[in-house]
């Protein structure tokens, strides 16, 4: 992989900043923290100037609604951003880094036309209904059953960890359509409308006292046949293609921001004095080689989901399951910075050190991602 700009690309950066230093002194405040709905509006209000200045969907397809960036282009994008301090994806990451790419890659053409260009503008929130209370990790192991009733299917059972379900409009959803079938099988992919009669959301409060998650109900909700995505009972192939997605490039604007974050930290040691531990400014040290190896790898999935037609392998596996824990260890480092600031719970490293307990569980466990390393690319035989 040649990691060198070229001319194009580096004109392409030079305009991106140029954009970001006009547009982003105009934003609004950032709404608070527990202001869903004020979120989602902020969230949607930036996707819709990234669509209209052109930089939406950058690395999708050009009919998929995107302007097929280079790899290069794409990751120069996530450094610009970053660096400038632009929003993030926020409430529609579901929309635009799983289902969203999903669809592209695996709706038909009607269904491309109806679900992407509202992703891409910001105007449709998405939510993912994977997890059941007694189907995380294993997700096989999912109970929520879809009936097939003339041109619907007639939904039952419950979701968990739904992110952004209170303010979602769509939801990635997994049923089984075929309770007789292996459990790997007899599973459908389908987009359900959130507002559809039967569905009830339940946040729930975090650790850190947020309530982006939720508890979906589903009482006898009737989605479309129109709406899966994938042929039926084909929902697990579907799902791994979501799920490549998720691990594989889904957390690349994150690595940029944990080196930002990594970059604070030394300045704070400095001003308050904790440089002096001689042992505090090596683990930063290690941090700093850590991320950089993770954004090397982050240039090479990148590059190889491109090539591949756009869909990321197993090389994300690699890289989610050391970042998760990278990324602990940095706000686990960041926690000695602070010293008995470590104990704010108002203060944001304070909140992101308690959120980063989660990634070592989303998008699949660090014990399944080891077990993807060991079977998909070391070929060591299947655990008993």
């Not at 050009?62 to 994008?77: E, K, N, S, Y």
């Not at 339940?202 to 998650?213: D, K, Q, V």
């Not at 508890?215 to 899966?228: H, S, T």
Request: charged share 25%; with cysteine; proline share 6%.
């Amino acid at each position: 992989m040649d990691l060198t700009c070229t001319e194009e690309e580096e004109a392409f950066r030079d305009r991106l900043r140029g954009w970001l230093a006009e547009v982003l002194p105009k934003l609004p405040p950032k709404p608070a923290a527990t202001d869903w709905p004020g979120r989602r509006a902020y969230d949607a209000a930036w996707q819709r100037m990234l669509y209209d200045a052109g930089y939406a969907g950058l690395h999708w397809p050009v009919d998929a609604g995107g302007r097929g960036a280079t790899p290069t282009q794409h990751l120069i994008f996530l450094e610009e951003t970053e660096k400038a301090g632009a929003p993030y994806v926020g409430a529609n990451f579901v929309g635009l880094l799983h289902a969203g790419p999903t669809v592209a890659a695996e709706g038909t053409p009607a269904q491309r036309a109806r679900w992407l260009p509202p992703i891409l503008r910001g105007d449709e929130i998405w939510c993912q209904g994977f997890s059941e209370p007694d189907a995380g990790s294993d997700l096989a192991a999912l109970r929520t059953r879809a009936v097939r009733d003339g041109d619907d299917y007639v939904v039952t059972g419950s979701k968990i960890w739904t992110s952004h379900a209170e303010v979602a409009d769509w939801c990635e959803l997994l049923v089984r359509t075929d309770p007789e079938a292996p459990r790997h099988r007899g599973i459908s992919w389908l987009a359900m409308p959130m507002d559809a009669p039967g569905v009830t959301v339940r946040p729930l409060r975090t650790l850190a006292g947020s309530t982006e998650f939720a508890e979906v109900f589903l009482d006898e909700v009737r989605i479309p046949v129109g709406n899966r995505v994938g042929a039926e009972h084909d929902g697990w192939r579907v799902t791994m293609v979501t799920l490549s997605f998720e691990r594989g490039t889904a957390f690349v604007g994150e690595v940029v921001a944990c080196r930002r974050v990594l970059a604070e930290l030394a300045r704070t040691a400095r001003a308050n004095g904790r440089w002096g531990d001689a042992v505090l400014r090596r683990r930063l040290g290690r941090l700093n080689a850590e991320f950089a190896a993770l954004w090397r790898l982050t240039q090479w999935n990148v590059s190889a989901a491109q090539r591949s037609g756009g869909v990321p392998g197993t090389g994300g596996s690699v890289f989610k399951l050391r970042y998760s824990h990278a990324r602990q260890e940095l706000y686990d480092a960041a926690a000695e910075v602070l010293g008995g600031q470590a104990l704010d719970a108002a203060h944001p490293w304070v909140a992101d050190r308690l959120s980063a307990l989660a990634y070592t569980i989303a998008a699949g466990t660090s014990q399944i991602q080891r077990n993807i390393v060991a079977e998909r690319i070391l070929g060591l035989p299947k655990g008993r």
